[in-house]
């Protein structure tokens, strides 16, 4: 069964950092891709960030491009997502994405999401 | 970037309708689109991959269309369990772009 388990999230002030993490079993985790994707409160899906499956590929959204990064332990079945200089905007539920791929494609499972609020 | 628009984006319709949800990409994307499902409340799930691919457990009465800049999304038969938002992806290039969305009623 494939489990994907987010963490990390919180209150943060504005220009703050946070990491999220993303734990992963029940696939063999350095075959796949890896996403962040966000939901802000009733609203529609946002692409944050990806990886392909040996870190040599990454990508970003330009809202959030130059302010966090995506990292991926593959001997810790582990994704994770730094974010630096946050922004109320980033204020959203975060979801660890795991792809159908080895690269950047589709978004085949998805976690619960983690909640990170950024506010003074 | 690649902006993808969707429409309408929200239709009610009545049980056993067919409904089609659009989706344009501001530029040609080949047949690089997938085609999510999130129910309310809860987490979304691939439902077509490839333009026209379904997915393993998507039932039949959904299908997915298109080339280039504009494809569909096509429910045959709509299902009270087809109530949920509906979102079109393309991955011809990063970063990677979701449509607006589409919340289809009853």
């Known amino acids: 069964e494939v489990k994907v388990d987010e963490s990390g999230g919180g209150l943060v002030q504005p220009g703050r950092s946070l990491r999220l993490s993303c734990t992963v079993s029940?696939?063999?985790?350095?075959?796949?891709?890896m996403h962040w994707v966000r939901q802000r409160p009733g609203k529609g899906l946002e692409w944050v960030s990806g990886?392909?499956?040996?870190?040599?590929?990454?990508g970003y959204a330009d809202s959030v491009k130059g302010r966090f990064t995506i990292s991926r332990d593959n001997a810790r079945n582990s994704l994770y997502l730094q974010m630096n200089n946050l922004r109320p905007e980033d204020t959203a539920l975060y979801h660890c994405?795991?792809?159908?791929?080895?690269?950047?494609?589709?978004?085949?499972?998805w976690g619960l999401g983690t909640q990170v609020t950024v506010s003074s | 970037d690649i902006q993808m628009t969707q429409s309408p984006s929200s239709l009610s319709a009545s049980i056993g309708d067919r409904v089609t949800i659009t989706c344009r990409a501001s530029?040609?994307?080949?047949?690089?689109l997938a085609w999510y499902q999130q129910r309310p409340g809860r987490i979304p799930r691939a439902l077509i991959s490839?333009?026209?691919i379904l997915q393993p457990g998507v039932p039949s009465r959904f299908s997915g269309s298109g080339s280039g800049t504009s494809f569909s999304l096509t429910i045959s038969s709509l299902q009270p369990e087809d109530i949920a938002t509906y979102f079109c992806q393309q991955y011809d290039s990063v970063p990677l772009t979701f449509g607006g969305g589409t919340k289809v009623e009853i």
């Open positions: 994405v795991k792809d159908m791929s080895a690269f950047m494609m589709i978004c085949d499972f």
């Open positions: 530029q040609g994307i080949f047949n690089s």
């Open positions: 990886i392909s499956w040996n870190s040599g590929s990454t």
């Open positions: 490839s333009t026209s």
């Open positions: 029940g696939f063999i985790f350095d075959d796949y891709a």
